[in-house]
């Protein structure tokens, strides 16, 4: 089986490229011209902005899996940037799409990443969320997302291209950019310990209940939909229980000998938080086998255990 990644330079393609590469897969990794991957895997550089220059790419590396994960990450930046947020997301994603459909080769199965942040201002009582519940996104970056899923959908259905969406709810683990929450803290303790911070730990809404998955649980639902999803459905990929932010500060600073202090810092609190995100997991399940496995408390330590050894 050969797999193409796009967008394998951030947080989740190194650990899809490993992944994949461990189940025996060829694998073909994308970044912009300006990143890097040091993997051991072919690598091509591709801008899904530049338009003609996806098909190309489907045709000289002939795949049965896409995966798109290129996008403009940050629900942060997405209030700041909300056009750029939009080209990378939507229009990207439009280009991935029409690339696919005039593709030489036909059947590739693409798995396109959406969130959890596209259910954003959930009724009450809807949790845990089901795939068919509404969406109602909360953040220029979800909305996009919602975008990419029906975008998805509509394919799938006109041209019966094999598309599956994901909606990845809050994944963590080391390496992640320290602007998400887990390594945001772990990063905050590490310098502390370091002498590099004074002894004092900033903190966003610490009341937020969210749905935490290890990065390595999450790569591994993506293959598994890859071989096994049902063509045309969208997934929750999720470890099904979410947490107060307040729990995940709670285990970290549990992992310190370092008396912290905690301070909430107003420049932390997101516009239209949204009080509570737990997916149902039964779909991914039922199709895959597949289920979280990796404890939180292990991917809060492994992410300390990397802010700790890191070179700043
Ligand atoms: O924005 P950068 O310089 O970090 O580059 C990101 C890249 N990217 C692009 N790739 C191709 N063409 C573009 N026009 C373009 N714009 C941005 O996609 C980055 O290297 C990669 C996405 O990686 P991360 O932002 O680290 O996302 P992560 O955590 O790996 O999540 C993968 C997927 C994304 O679609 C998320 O929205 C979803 O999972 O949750």
Redesign the pocket.
């Known amino acids: 089986m050969k797999a193409l990644i796009?967008?394998?330079?951030?947080?989740?393609?190194g650990y899809l490229i490993d992944e994949l590469k461990n189940s025996g897969y060829e694998v073909c990794a994308?970044?912009?011209p300006?990143?890097k991957i040091t993997a051991d895997c072919e690598v091509r550089t591709?801008?899904?902005?530049a338009k003609d220059t996806i098909a190309p790419l489907f045709d000289e590396v002939m795949p049965d899996a896409v995966f798109?994960?290129?996008?403009?990450?940050?629900v942060a930046v997405s209030w700041k940037r909300p056009q750029l947020t939009a080209?990378?997301?939507v229009i990207?994603t439009i280009n991935v799409l029409e690339a696919l459909k005039t593709a030489k080769k036909s059947g590739i199965r693409a798995v396109l990443?959406?969130?959890g942040e596209e259910y954003g201002f959930i009724r009450e009582g809807a949790c845990p969320l089901s795939e068919d519940e509404p969406l109602n996104p909360g953040n220029i970056?979800a909305a996009t997302?919602v975008c990419q899923g029906m975008l998805g959908e509509i394919y799938a259905r006109a041209y019966k291209m094999d598309i599956i969406m994901?909606r990845?709810f809050n994944?963590s683990g080391p390496k992640?950019?320290p602007i998400f929450v887990i390594s945001d803290f772990c990063k905050q303790i590490a310098d502390i310990e370091k002498g590099e911070h004074e002894p004092v730990i900033n903190v966003g809404n610490l009341n937020a209940r969210r749905d935490f998955t290890d990065v390595r649980d999450v790569v591994r639902a993506y293959r598994l939909l890859a071989e096994k999803g049902v063509s045309g459905r969208t997934y929750n990929v999720g470890r099904g229980k979410a947490v107060e932010i307040q729990e995940i500060l709670d285990t970290a600073l549990s992992m310190t000998d370092a008396e912290i202090e905690v301070r909430q810092d107003p420049d932390r609190m997101r516009p239209s938080d949204i009080p509570l995100i737990e997916p149902d997991t039964s779909r991914i399940l039922a199709d895959t086998g597949w289920k979280a496995e990796i404890s939180m408390r292990d991917t809060i330590a492994d992410t300390l255990d990397y802010w700790r050894r890191a070179q700043v």
């Open positions: 796009i967008g394998a330079a951030g947080f989740v393609g994308t970044c912009l300006n990143e591709l801008d899904i902005l798109h994960l290129a996008a403009q990450s940050s080209d990378i997301n990207g990443i959406g969130t970056y997302k994901v990845a994944h992640q950019a």
